[in-house]
């Protein structure tokens, strides 16, 4: 049974940072290490889930555009942990952020703008609020 917990969200002023941390359980730690796809998604009031940063196996990174320079995603596959570092932090980065993550080995396309359709396992969200 795979679980994923975000935590790091909050509220910071504009041009602040936060490192949103994504802790799973269930994976062993060579399971954990095969993991295809996993990332960081958010939802903002009003607006339809959308993807932000995408990790492979291999350690390939994609972001959305909206984000890239200023947000960096990580893991750490000793810890089972995915992080977002979120820097220069904008109101628009208001949103509840999710993780979520593949099964073991499983492929499939893993961009920011589709993995989400597919990912099974996904955190109950972390908020992350922005003051101008």
């Known amino acids: 049974q795979v679980q994923l917990v975000e935590s790091g969200g909050g509220s910071v002023q504009a041009g602040g940072s936060l490192r949103l941390s994504c802790a799973a359980s269930?994976?062993?730690?060579?399971?954990?290490?095969?993991?295809?796809?996993m990332g960081w998604f958010r939802q903002a009031p009003g607006k339809e889930r959308e993807g932000v940063a995408i990790?492979?196996?291999?350690?390939?990174?994609t972001y959305a555009d909206s984000v890239k320079g200023r947000f960096t995603i990580s893991k750490d596959n000793g810890k089972n942990t995915l992080y977002l570092q979120m820097n220069s932090l904008k109101p628009e980065d208001i949103a509840m952020y999710y993780c979520?993550?593949?099964?073991?080995?499983?492929?499939?396309?893993?961009?920011?703008?589709?993995?989400?359709?597919?990912?099974?396992?996904w955190g109950q969200g972390t908020q992350v609020t922005v003051s101008s």
């Open positions: 979520a993550a593949s099964k073991p080995i499983i492929s499939g396309r893993c961009d920011v703008d589709y993995a989400g359709y597919w990912l099974p396992y």
């Open positions: 269930g994976y062993t730690h060579s399971t954990y290490y095969s993991v295809y796809c």
């Open positions: 990790i492979e196996s291999g350690w390939r990174t």
